[in-house]
């Protein structure tokens, strides 16, 4: 999924904008259900599959609690982040929101998002794993509840290692350089046709991996950024690397496919073999490549890699607006979103692996083979992940595929270093992060 520049651009202007806008208020404690009828709003991004599995939770919703009414409003990826800071500022936030990590801090800073303690008598969270659950709280403050979460992993198209006669290492004690190595081979095997990897370099996920693989992290618990710039600018340099020994596609073939839908990137059109990705994302790939067969894998380890590196991301969470005018109604959805099990068999795994174990045990007898392996995997790297780091601050949003990506093709294009463009882009980010502090 893309996260544009704009979009990074109106998470921040909408920070300034909410500070001016009267959100923030106290919320009423322990509202109560009214027995007049009642519309709410739920908002959503998503393509149309997501879409339909969501109109049909509401209608479940709808026959559940017949004097509440929902209204439905989704988009894709792409403007929704510009639509939601451009209603949110104008006090007309939607009442249930489906959010994401680099989201969350800028809009529950600057208090545009319901304390869910004010609605416990009737939002009850607690079935979700406590860790899990915990990624949805700022400062201590819980403003969401996470649908589910995922580990990142390698995903290989082993359709592509057999029609060119290339072996798959020993996935669970491949090396990096069993890792190149496989995917220099099978480069080389194709004649340039398909290669061996689709590097990352301005992925936010991958980076965060990447640095705790190295010992280091993102942000720490205040906030505050602390990623070495030698991390970062190791992490530009080995996707060089890969371009360079042809297991990467060249710059221009990159540059080409930056950005693309999830259904056009080269790990769905057989372009690249493997590749870097949310593992909740396995079955979304099986679905857009239909011709391939698909596995997942942890990523390769270095005799210096850190323990723990892995770690539970939240897929996406549902926030209330501290505007809205139903609170009970609103926490009502989300407890039903969060706890109703019909929910669970409709909505899969589109979500993520789901954070309510009584989800997962729903979820299981009705997946396919892909969607079993998805939900193995998680399982399993969840048995070796570390702690979830904190959650990125308020004026960090812009991390993802705008700031990072921009700083990512200077170093493909040879504009910058590695070095140079890791120590600018840290610079850029500290300022912002201060800025909107």
Same mark, same amino acid.
């Given at each position: 999924m893309r996260r544009s520049t704009r979009a990074g651009i109106a998470a921040v202007t909408v920070c300034v904008a909410l500070a001016s806008c009267g959100v923030g208020a106290d919320p009423? %404690?322990?509202?109560?259900?009214s027995e007049d009828e009642v519309t709410i709003t739920l908002n959503w991004w998503g393509a149309d599959a997501r879409t339909q599995s969501t109109l049909d939770v509401i209608e479940l919703f709808e026959e559940e609690y017949p004097n509440i009414n929902v209204e439905a409003q989704y988009s894709d990826w792409t403007g929704y982040w510009d639509r939601l800071a451009t209603t949110t500022a104008a006090g007309d936030m939607p009442d249930v929101t489906q959010f994401d990590e680099l989201y969350l801090a800028s809009y529950a800073e600057r208090g545009a998002l319901l304390d869910?303690?004010?609605?416990?008598?009737?939002?009850?969270p607690s079935a979700v794993d406590a860790n899990v659950l915990d990624s949805g709280r700022v400062d201590g403050t819980l403003y969401a509840v996470p649908t589910g979460a995922t580990t990142n992993g390698v995903l290989i198209n082993t359709t592509l290692f057999e029609q060119y006669g290339v072996e798959v290492p020993d996935t669970t004690s491949w090396t990096w350089e069993d890792f190149e190595e496989a995917a220099t081979e099978l480069s080389e095997a194709s004649d340039g046709e398909v290669h061996g990897i689709s590097p990352f370099? %301005?992925? +936010?996920? +991958?980076?965060?991996?990447?640095?705790? %693989?190295?010992?280091?992290?993102l942000f720490?618990?205040?906030?505050?950024?602390?990623?070495d710039p030698e991390i970062l600018a190791a992490y530009w340099q080995r996707a060089l690397d890969w371009i360079d020994s042809g297991a990467a596609p060249s710059v221009g073939e990159i540059s080409e496919t930056m950005n693309l839908p999830l259904d056009q990137s080269s790990l769905v059109t057989g372009q690249a073999a493997m590749g870097f990705i949310p593992a909740g994302q396995f079955l979304a790939y099986q679905s857009a490549g239909p011709d391939f067969d698909y596995d997942l894998a942890n990523w390769p380890t270095d005799s210096d890699t850190a323990e723990g590196f892995q770690y539970l991301k939240p897929t996406m969470y549902w926030s209330a607006a501290s505007t809205?005018?139903?609170?009970?109604?609103a926490a009502l959805l989300i407890h039903f979103l969060a706890n109703d099990t019909r929910v669970a068999e409709s909505f899969g795994l589109d979500r993520g692996e789901p954070g309510n174990p009584a989800f997962r045990e729903a979820v299981e007898p009705l997946l396919d083979d892909s969607g079993k392996e998805s939900l193995a995997f998680t399982e399993a790297m969840s048995e070796e992940v570390g702690d979830t780091p904190p959650i990125t601050p308020n004026g960090a949003s812009n991390i993802g595929s705008g700031l990072l990506g921009r700083y990512y093709q200077q170093v493909l294009f040879g504009e +910058?270093?590695?070095?140079e463009a890791a120590e600018g882009f840290l610079n850029e980010l500290g300022d912002s992060i201060t800025a909107a502090g």
């Open positions: 009423v %404690q322990n509202p109560e259900l869910l303690s004010s609605v416990s008598n009737i939002l009850d370099g %301005q992925d +936010s996920f +991958s980076l965060n991996v990447w640095a705790r %693989q190295h010992g280091g992290e720490d618990a205040e906030g505050d950024l602390v990623l809205t005018e139903h609170p009970a109604e +910058s270093s590695p070095e």
